[in-house]
């Protein structure tokens, strides 16, 4: 019997100021409050608490058939625990329902995996704490930012504890075999790989709404349609998307809401199919074959490693310089620095550097013009952040030699 597993990325950074030259030294503050407030209120009512409302209808009106996952970064807890408490009750109320589960991902939504297996860890460990404070349950199924996966990552995912992790299915990987199963990573024994059906995913995610697509306009019974011409052989069809998929990428008036309302019944219409979370379906689908991807791929893979976030030296430059902080920013042993430069890791600010940045998904999270006002903006935060670790240092230096010399320590 072929499940469907539908995961839901839930992801909103802190929006940066707009920070000139001449703030650096003087203003120390880095977010822009008010864009952050109006950009979680807009999308919680636009987006999270319709489309919580109709999954938590679908699950109720199924007896509990229907079963949804989602990926919410620490970040977007943070935020929504500030200006949105009751979009946090709401994913509460849903996963009170035993049909939902949380997966764990970096807490920024960073690049960490790429860069620093010690900050990758910890943000992990920052993460799962998060998810258990607020939903009560430890995650068991990893997604990396961006589905950024390599056969290395899989092994260091495994030896946290995890029993699977999220990767994107592509092609010269496969080299024709199917998508919809379960695979293992190369000597990495039965640690479960899901692989996510692009095509069918990008269906909903970016052809919904589009009028020259020839499947235009897609309905529920379609789509369902689509799922169930699956053999049986089929294991697992992993659908993957961005939340904001539902109400803001894809308007309320493009049907999008429809769609997911109607969707659930008629994908069980046909008995041979069922929903299911990551967890069960690894538990059901014990991996008989290998993904082998020696080299990193990702959601966004166009045939060269991570190429989204690294296509042009704005981007290389940006990530040498933010990890490069990485032994200051511990050193300071302030909870307030390093979580600014944690913040500072989020993929975000890398996508805006990139010349796919302006793409109409990317325009709600993006406020510059260009990727090199982007550019100059985050490099003008970062040389800020710099010289505050830097004086953070010297001042602990100074307050040492003094103690020290006076019998204090």
Known sequence: MPSLCLYFKVHQPYRLKEYSST??????????????????????????????????????????????????????????????????????????????????????????????KKEFQRQVENHTAIIKKIFGKYPMVFRNTALIHNNELARSVAGLGFKGILCEGIERILQGRNVNKVYASPNNGDFGLLLRNSTLSDDIAFRFDDRNWSEHPLTADKFAEWIHSHPESAEVINLFMDYETFGTHKKENSGIFDFLKALPAAILSNPSFKFNTPSEALEMYYPKDIYNAPQTISWEDKGKENCVWTENAMQNNTLKKIYHLEKIALRSNSERMINTWGKLQAADYLYHMGEESNSENEKQMNQFNSPQEAYQNYTNIITDFELILINNEINKSKKTSFTTAFGLL
């Not at 120390?28 to 489309?51: F, G």
């Not at 949105?84 to 709401?90: A, G, L, Q, T």
Request: charged letters at 25%.
């Open 23 to 116: 703030d650096v030294t003087v203003s120390h503050y880095y977010e822009d409050d008010k864009a952050n407030e109006t950009a979680i209120n807009e999308i919680a009512d636009e987006s999270y608490l319709p489309a919580n409302k109709i999954i938590l209808s679908a699950i109720e009106e199924s007896e509990r058939r229907f079963k949804v996952s989602y990926s919410i970064s620490g970040v977007t807890l943070e935020l929504l625990q500030r200006y949105r408490p009751d979009v946090i009750k709401s994913f509460q109320e849903l996963m009170a329902t035993g049909c939902i589960e949380i997966l764990a991902e970096t807490y920024y939504h960073s690049l960490s995996s790429l860069h620093s």
